[in-house]
């Protein structure tokens, strides 16, 4: 069994940032107890753009290549896996911080891009999908003709 060590403050000028510790620590306890749910979780993401593409990165560290998974469509970027479990067998968890099992993020895109030119590399942890942005749709001017 586990407890909670108290303290209680001697001023009340950081008790919002104590509270939040607290609670933060209760629940790692909590959800360390069931690790092996198999929980979705989301990477995390940056996105740059540039003059003419988008650059996705992902942080998908400790995910087999071939447990990664890409798809794009017009506005739309899905990444999605699954990072297997660690054999811990005949351990009990301290500290359970990292997900594991299914993971998917869906980003919309800020712009049309080109499916076809899309190219993704994984190294180090971190995922790189590069997308060609397509031209944007202009406004067509269109003539009224006088009707006779």
């Not at 586990?2 to 629940?27: P, Y």
């Not at 009990?92 to 080109?114: K, M, T």
């Not at 076809?116 to 001017?141: F, H, I």
Request: glycine letters at 4%; hydrophobic letters at 40%.
């Amino acid at each position: 069994m586990s407890f909670i060590k108290i303290k209680f403050a001697e001023s009340l000028e950081n008790i919002d940032t104590e509270f939040q510790r607290c609670v933060d620590e209760m629940f790692r306890l909590a959800i360390a107890r069931v690790p092996l749910l198999e929980r979705k979780w989301r990477p995390q993401v940056d996105i740059y753009e540039g003059d003419d593409g988008i650059l996705v990165l992902a942080e998908i560290a400790g995910v087999e290549k071939e447990d990664l998974h890409v798809e794009i469509h017009s506005r739309m970027l899905k990444i999605y896996g699954k990072r297997e479990t660690p054999n811990t067998e005949h351990m009990r968890f301290l500290l359970a911080e990292i997900p594991h099992g299914y993971f998917e993020r869906r980003i919309s895109l800020p712009f049309p891009v080109d499916a076809n030119s899309a190219k993704a590399t994984y190294a180090d942890g971190l995922l790189k999908v590069w997308m060609n942005k397509l031209p944007l749709e202009r406004a067509r001017k269109i003539p009224i003709k006088k009707n006779d």
